[in-house]
Each structure stands twice: as structure tokens, then as C-alpha cells.
């Protein structure tokens, strides 16, 4: 497997992502503009726990899925489909749960269950067609989706309830798009449970890593209050959307790294560590920029979200490094993998617990992820490759 065709179909992917985050960055900045602060704290409260659950509506098995070889990629998804269903509205019900037990209206609830059952379900087709090398599909689909909910932040009353009915329309109409296009089609056979690609390892990592980034956001919510929160998860959006592109050309790197050698992990190495000296220097540079300008765009209503995002965005970088660690580690060590992500869990989680206030918090938080970074980058020297599992 060769690094350069793999880099352009990651480069089309992640161009696309671009264009989809850029679609919806101004109309969501807008939405939160005219929410203000403490409103845009419960989205980003309630936004946590819906993925701090995700986790459980796969289990892990689709990490598993994508471990393995790709020539019956449909038959796995035919294989998961019943399971994932029954999971995805089990782990619907408990977030509904949590949100009437926090006090918000049995509206809100509903609201955030369907959201669940439909974003879960488009990662599920996403990951279908992603597995099986078809990037055309899911880079056109992100693009739809962002636009889509895009058009209705501006045109819906903005409230929470209807931010949430957004994602609802957009992730259905996007996901129906994926299923037509999936060749052969999948067909739903009930066979409960069904879990034999399930693993401990891939779970207890997509687990972790929700508990790392997901309960900080929870925790600030109860120590530094809801205004406090908004300003944190505006920021935390703008930075997400820069990482999240970082994220997901890793993800489609990883998804092939099963068959790279040594040549190509050192490759990866050098490139990355060039890219995050770049990327850190240019935050040093820009930062005082960063703050200013995220002050702004923010608003009035926003009066700590620009310095937040200046903080925030030393951690871009942490999200290239791991390109290394992450594609080596799931082929070869997926426990390690997952004891990793353990690490980052209880320093993201601790340092979300003992920080003074909202910008010691932040700034702890980056710092969690490089430990997470180190770690992993330890891993994944000092472990041999492995062959691709096949079956």
C-alpha cells in the first residue's frame, strides 16, 4: 500500500469535510450568537451527553469491521445491522433519560433521542461505505448534510429544540442518500444479539476517549456554571471543526494502514512531527490574533470564548501526531490502543476536576492530550507490526 494514493483520496475526503465545516461554521456561529452564552450552554451539555453515550449503540465492533479485510465489508454491516439497531435505541433511551432527570422538558428529550437514532445511523453508513474505499459517497453526503442543516439554523426560530430538529432533518436526508448508494443494498434480518466482532479493546478506547472529551464539558457545567459552559462550547466548536479535519484524514489513513510497513510509518512520523512544528509555530505567532478575532466573531455575549479558542488551539497539533500511534496501535496492539486512551481519560477527567477556573481548565486539557499523544507515541515504538487480521 502506497502512502501517495491513499494521500489523495484522504486529500479529497478531507477537502470535502472542509467545505461541509465551512458551510455550517457561520450559520452555527450565528445560531449561537443569537442565543447567547447560557443557551449555548445547554447545547453543548446536552451535545456532551449525547456522545458521551454513543459509545454504546456500536459497542466498538465497527473499529473491529474496519480491522479487517475489505472484501466482505457489506456482509459485517448486513451482520451488525439488527444489533446496531437495537443497541442505537437502547442508548437513545438512556439519553433521553439523562436529559428529563437534568430538568429539561420531555420535548427536548424526544428531541434528543431521534437525534441519536438518526447521527448514529449515518455514522453507520458512513462507515460502510468508508470501509469499502468509497470516499466519493461520504465526501458528497458531508457536504449535503452541513448544507442542509445549515439552511435550517438560519431559517428555524433559534431555539435549542430546534437546533436539535436541524440535525434530525439533515442526518435522515443524508442517510437515506447513503443507503440508496450502497452496492450491494443491506437487509435488515433480525438476529439479536449479534456480536462477534465485538472487542474489549475497541470498545474500551471509544469509551474512553467519550469520557475524555465529553465529561470535562459536563464537569465545567457543575463547578464554573452554564454561562461559563457556552462560552467554553463555543470556542471548543471553532476548535473541534479545525481538529476534526486533522481527525478525519487520520481516520481514512487508518483505515488503510493495515497493510503498511515500515517504510510508510516512518514516512508518517516525519511528516507529522514537520506539521506539528509548523502548526504550533504558527499558533505561537497568531495567537494574540486568534483571541482577538475569536472575540469578536463571537460577540458581546461571549466574553471569554476568544481567549478559550487561543488555548484550544494549541492543541491542533495533537490531533496530527497521532496519526502515528493510532494507525501503528490498531492493527498491532489494539490493547495498548486502549490503554492509552485510559490515560487520556484520567488526566482529561482529573485536570477537569482540580482546575481553578475555565481557562486553567482549557489549557490543562490540551496538555491532556499530549500526555495521551507521548503515551501512545511510546506504544507504537515499542511494538512490532503485525499482520492485517483477514477472515
Known sequence: MELPKTAVQAGIYSTAKLIAKGIS???????????????????????SIVFLIQ?????????????????????????????FSCLNFVSALVVSLIVVLRGYSLYLAATCFVAFIFLNTYDFLS???????????????????RTLFSIMVLTFPKKTLFLFAAMIISYFVSGIYLWTNLKPKLHF??????????????????????????????????????ATLGNFGVAAY??????LLVTELG????????????????????????????????????TPLISAVGTWVFGTGFTTAGGLLAIMAFGVASSLLFFYPRSKLMYSSPKKYGIAYLVYMIFAVFFALVAKDIFQATAL?????????GVSWIFADTTKISSRVET
Open 25 to 47: 461554521f457561520l450559520a452555527l456561529l450565528y445560531f449561537a450568537r443569537r442565543l447567547g452564552a447560557s443557551h449555548f450552554g445547554v447545547y453543548t451539555y446536552l451535545l
Open 238 to 243: 471553532v476548535f473541534q471543526g479545525v481538529s
Open 251 to 286: 481516520t481514512f489513513l487508518t483505515l488503510r494502514a493495515g497493510r503498511f510497513k515500515d517504510r510508510q510509518f516512518k514516512t508518517i512520523k516525519k511528516l507529522t512531527i514537520l506539521g506539528a512544528v509548523l502548526i504550533t509555530g504558527l499558533v505561537l505567532i497568531l
Open 55 to 83: 459509545p454504546f449503540s456500536t459497542l466498538g465492533m465497527l473499529s473491529e469491521v474496519s480491522r479487517r479485510s475489505k472484501s466482505r465489508t457489506l456482509m459485517f454491516f448486513q451482520n451488525f445491522l439488527s444489533t
Open 127 to 145: 462507515k460502510a461505505h468508508m470501509v469499502a474505499g468509497r470516499v466519493r459517497y461520504v465526501s458528497i453526503t458531508a457536504i449535503l448534510e
Open 365 to 373: 486539557g490540551v496538555v491532556a492530550r499530549y500526555i495521551h499523544v
Open 189 to 226: 434480518k433480525f438476529e439479536f444479539p449479534n456480536i462477534q466482532f465485538f472487542s474489549w479493546e475497541f470498545f474500551s478506547a471509544l469509551l474512553f476517549l467519550a469520557v475524555a472529551s465529553r465529561l470535562p464539558p459536563i464537569i465545567y457545567d457543575w463547578r464554573f456554571g452554564v
